[in-house]
């Protein structure tokens, strides 16, 4: 746990380099999302890429695809209760509380901190548990903010390079395919650029939220508890109440356990939601999970 609580920290240190970065200007509002284009188009996919370099066995194999099918269960799920949970607060409100109970910031930190403990393992395992997460961003994230879905939406989710640097991952794997030292070291060392990178990015972003006005809404609170709690740890009782243990019972846990998604904001910008709203609870998501993901992670 002194590792786990080691590395946790370590992650939020690096997201208040990125926050005082940004407030000093050295990084902007547009060199912030050139840096998120370069992270989820060319980082995250080396790494991820980089994590399935292992030689095929069909254990592994039989691991991945039986947390690929808990993902979906878990997400279909949170989709269902997202729909319902939050009916007490206004439209706008709403929307965008459903997209954060059914996305979590798996991508920036709940790579990040797999990786940190279960090292490539556990990245390989992580990228198949979210492949139904890349799927419903852009088929039922849309739908959340602008009550409708279209066919470039969904090509678009197939397309996403999170999704085809899994099937190149898989196809190495599968074929137990050697690739060429270079190739290897530049995917791994490219690679390793996501996890500094991200944090910076999210303190950068940070640093941009009106701290005072998160405060203000009640919705907040309840969608953080949601958020950061209650998802995780409902996830925990009903895995290892059907007797699941190992990367079947962590895996999930940790993934769900993280704040907010990080595109939250973008994804309401761009088809019609609260932007505004968004940014802060994906700030006081972010900062609060470093108290709440260690302390979930005591319960594995």
């Known amino acids: 746990m002194n590792s786990v609580a080691n590395q946790v920290i370590v992650l939020f240190l690096i997201m ?22 370069l992270l989820i188009n060319i980082t995250l996919p ?41 009916k007490r607060f206004n439209e706008n ?51 959340i903010f602008s009550g409708k879905g279209d066919i470039k939406s969904a090509k678009k989710a197939l397309l996403n390079p999170g999704i085809v640097s899994v099937f190149i991952g898989l196809f190495i794997f599968l074929f137990s395919i050697k690739l060429p030292i270079p190739i290897q070291k530049t995917l791994e060392l490219v690679g390793s650029m996501t996890t500094p990178l991200s944090m910076i990015i999210i303190g950068s972003t940070l640093a941009d939220s009106k701290i005072a006005s998160i405060f203000e809404s009640k919705s907040i609170y309840f969608g953080t508890i949601v958020r950061l709690i209650l998802i995780p740890i409902i996830t925990f009782v009903v895995l290892k109440f059907i007797g699941l243990k190992d990367f079947y019972l962590s895996i999930p846990v940790i993934i769900t356990s993280m704040p907010a998604a990080a595109n939250t904001v973008i994804m ?3 088809f019609g939601g609260d932007a505004e709203f968004a940014s802060k609870i994906v700030f006081i998501t972010t900062v609060l999970s470093a108290i709440t993901i260690p302390l979930v992670l005591i319960l594995l």
């Not at 208040?16 to 284009?37: D, H, M, T």
């Not at 690929?68 to 209760?81: A, Q, W």
């Not at 901190?113 to 994230?141: H, R």
């Open 93 to 143: 409100e709403m929307k965008v509380l459903w997209f954060i109970t059914l996305f979590s910031n798996c991508g920036f930190m709940g790579y990040p901190v797999v990786e940190s403990i279960y090292g490539k393992i556990g990245l390989f395992y992580a990228a198949l548990f979210n492949i139904p997460f890349n799927i419903l961003m852009w088929t039922a994230g849309v739908f």
């Open 46 to 86: 080396s790494m991820i890429i980089a994590s399935f370099n292992f030689k095929f066995s069909k254990d592994m194999l039989n691991v991945g695809m039986s947390l690929f099918l808990i993902s979906t269960v878990i997400h279909l799920s949170l989709l269902i209760l997202g729909k319902y949970l939050y």
């Open 268 to 270: 309401a910008e761009k």
């Open 16 to 37: 208040v380099v990125g926050f005082f970065a940004r407030k000093k200007e050295y990084i902007n509002p547009s060199v912030n999302r050139s840096l998120s284009e």
